[in-house]
Each structure stands twice: as C-alpha cells, then as structure tokens.
C-alpha cells in the first residue's frame, strides 16, 4: 500500500495536470484488480475455511501476476533506497566538513527522476505483458518431441531397438480440455511407440475431468501397452476415482509394484512407485523403491517410473538402469543464458538427462501446468526413447 502510494505519488506528471489526473485513476483501477481477492482469502480464513482457497476464482494466474508486481516493487523499493542514500551523503559530508568551505552544487532536476520512474514502471509492464503473452502461448501448445536414444551395455539383444513414449503431467482440467488431450493422443499415436509410460498427474484436483480423460485416452495404442503410476495431483483429485479411470482408458496402473513386458525374447521390468504422501526435497523414497524390487522377477532389464525424481538418487544405488520422471514441469520458467529454473527450488533434477553412477535418468517438462497456465523458455515435451545396446554416455 505504502509503494501504491509512492508511485501514485511520483508517477503523474505535475506539468500536465490532465494527463496525471487519469494516470491516477489508472493505478488505482490497476491496485483494485490486483488486489481484491485478498478480500475473497481473508474470508474463507476468517470463516475457518481456509482449505477451500483454491476456489478463489483464477487464484494461480493472480498470483503469478502478484509475484510479477511483488518483483516489480521490490525493485521499486532498491529504488526509494538508492534515493534515499544518494540524499543522506551529502548531508552526512556536511556534517563532517563543518567549517569547511561549501563548494556549490549543481540543483537536482526532481522532474528527471520523475520521468525515469515512470518510463522503467511502463517498459517493465510492457515487458512483463509480452513475456507473459509469450508464456501463456507456450503453455497452450501441442508438446515438443524429444527424441533420444538411451545406450546400456547390458541390454537384452531382444530389447534393442526398443522404441518407448513417455508421457508425464497431462494435468486434465481447466487448462488441459478434452480437445487438446485428443491432440495429445492423435500425437503420440502418430509416432507409433511399442510402449507408453505414463509418469502420473493425469488429472488436475477436479474429478469431472476424469471422464474427458477416459475418452482422450482410451485411443491411446501401443503393442506393449500403456503403463501408468499416480502423481501428487491424482491423490488431489482422488486415488479411487483415477485409478479407475486409467484402467478404464485401457492402462495398466502400478502402485508400488511391477509389469512385465516381453520383446524378441527377452523381457522388461517395470517398477512402479507410488507418489508420497510425506515427501521432502529429493525425497529417495527408499522404501517404495525397495518394495517394488522385492516384487520383481529375476535379474531382468528395469526400468523404473517414479513421478518425483529424487527417487533416482536410490535407483542408482540399487543399481536401476533406467528412471523415468516429472512433476517439475522444468519449474515453467526457465532462463537459458544463466541456465536458472524456477524447478531448482525444488529438485537438482529439473529436466533432461542425467548420467549417475552407470544408471540414467530423464525428467520430463511435462504436458499441462500447474495452476500458472505459462511456461517461459520452457515448452511442453514428451519423449520418444529407442533403447540400445551400447556404452553409457558420459556423466
């Protein structure tokens, strides 16, 4: 409020009384809209129902702009300080110099300031709209296809060739609709994979998406079948309810167990865990880890689908050549000169391909999004792997 005042303040021009009358109608409109939902979420927790706040209306694109004029003012703030240190210098000078003849200095120009104020508050904004136009369009389009192939020495010769298709965080809902998850499904047909694995977050909180889902996907085709595990956001929405879905739509759902698929012989290991309910950064999540492998046949080729990627700090370990996971999205926002994401607050496997100790992983950016409908240098992705027999790329 105190900054709202400021620029209020500080940004119209006294020179055109006008033009700053309406400039003050504007940020006022602008500080209105930005901020009534504050009145929406101050309600439901003075009424103890604090829990249902993801019913405010459009909460996690207001937020997303709230964080975008939070860093806004925060810069503003630098601003009122430099400003402020730039003014107590010279009078702390003053103060040492007493009896020192004063040399004259050049009178300050307020008006100067003023205008670079106003133009870095216009071409922030106008930046902002543009990155977040960009983001917005990024979000909304048909994913990228990463194509890679992934080298083991001890592949079963059965196995080589092997084309997988991984998909992760659909995110079914307000900014995933029926349309474009058949888009999603016409693409990976169309790439004609041998096996689909899904790495959770089908659905986003809202069970009615569950049937729209179903309808998406059950054309989605693989020789070898379509293998999912759960994400965070299934839970959100309801564990029975998804689960039911995913085999409605013809999958095969694994919780912390695994599926057998055979190829030219030879046969394929598939682990699946089980998101955790208490989970932690980079959790390793030993125990599924382990229960899974207890469940599994011989000394078959594994591959391991876990939807949060901490669990290959145990996967290699235990000696898992291959893990498959998402939930970070590639945090959304990405800047790829200083090669920072927003992901990294969460994991040190924001996305693509690690090499660890002879195992691998690779960490989807996913389909949908959470909450934010933008991704900024960040694109949706899905993957086509084709497994062969080979050295390991190096770490």
Same mark, same amino acid.
């Given at each position: ?21 309406? &400039? +003050? ?11 009534? @939902? ?9 009424? *103890? ?16 702009? /709230? ?14 300080? =430099?400003? $402020? ?5 010279? =009078?702390?000078? =003053? ?8 040399? %004259? ?16 508050? !216009? ?12 983001? #917005? ?19 079963? %010769? ?34 004609? %994979? ?14 009615? !998406? ?24 299934? !839970? ?26 055979? +190829? $030219? $012989? ?17 959790? %390793? @999540? ?9 469940? =599994? ?21 235990? *000696? ?7 939930? #970070?999205?590639?945090? /959304?926002?990405?800047?790829?000169? &200083?090669?920072?994401?927003? $992901? ?15 195992? /691998?992983?690779?960490?989807?950016? *996913? #389909? ?28």
């Amino acid at each position: 409020m105190l900054l709202f005042l400021y620029l209020r303040e500080r940004l119209p021009d006294p020179a055109r009384p006008r033009l700053a009358r309406a &400039v +003050r109608w504007g940020l006022a409109l602008v500080f209105v809209v930005f901020n009534f @939902q504050w009145l929406l979420i101050a309600r439901r927790i003075v009424t *103890g129902s604090a829990a249902s706040i993801g019913a405010v209306p459009l909460l996690a694109p207001w937020i997303a702009f /709230q964080l975008l004029g939070w860093v806004f003012l925060g810069l503003v703030s630098l601003y009122v300080l =430099a400003k $402020g240190i730039r003014a107590a210098v010279p =009078a702390l000078r =003053a103060l040492l110099r007493r009896g020192e003849p004063r040399v %004259p200095t050049a009178p300050e120009t307020p008006l100067s300031r003023r205008r670079f104020l106003a133009r870095a508050t !216009y071409a922030y904004a106008a930046a902002g709209a543009a990155l977040s136009a960009y983001g #917005i369009a990024s979000a909304y389009q048909l994913p990228e296809v990463t194509r890679r192939a992934l080298f083991f020495p001890e592949l079963p %010769p059965g196995l080589d060739g092997l084309t997988i298709l991984h998909l992760s965080d659909l995110h079914a809902g307000l900014h995933m609709e029926e349309d474009k998850m058949q888009e999603v499904a016409a693409l990976a047909n169309r790439l004609k %994979p041998e096996l689909i694995l899904q790495t959770g977050d089908m659905i986003d909180y809202d069970p009615r !998406y569950i049937p729209r889902f179903v309808r998406a996907f059950r054309d989605l085709s693989a020789p070898l079948g379509v293998v999912t595990v759960f994400g965070n956001h299934d !839970y959100y929405t309801g564990e029975t309810l998804v689960a039911r879905g995913v085999r409605d739509a013809g999958e095969v759902f694994i919780k912390d167990g695994v599926h057998v698929v055979s +190829r $030219g $012989g030879a046969e394929l290991t598939l682990l699946g865990i089980d998101d955790p309910h208490n989970w932690r950064t980079d959790d %390793p @999540q030993t125990e599924a880890v382990d229960a899974s492998l207890s469940a =599994a046949p011989g000394n078959l080729f594994r591959i391991l689908l876990a939807h949060r990627p901490g669990a290959f700090d145990t996967a290699r370990v235990r *000696g898992i050549p291959l893990t498959l996971a998402g939930h #970070i999205h590639g945090g /959304q926002i990405y800047l790829p000169v &200083v090669g920072i994401s927003a $992901g990294s607050l969460i994991t040190k496997y924001v996305m693509g391909h690690f090499v660890r100790n002879g195992s /691998q992983l690779y960490v989807s950016r *996913g #389909i949908g999004v959470v909450g934010v409908p933008i991704r900024i240098f960040c694109p949706p992705e899905i993957e086509l792997f084709t497994l062969r027999r080979g050295p390991l790329p190096a770490a």
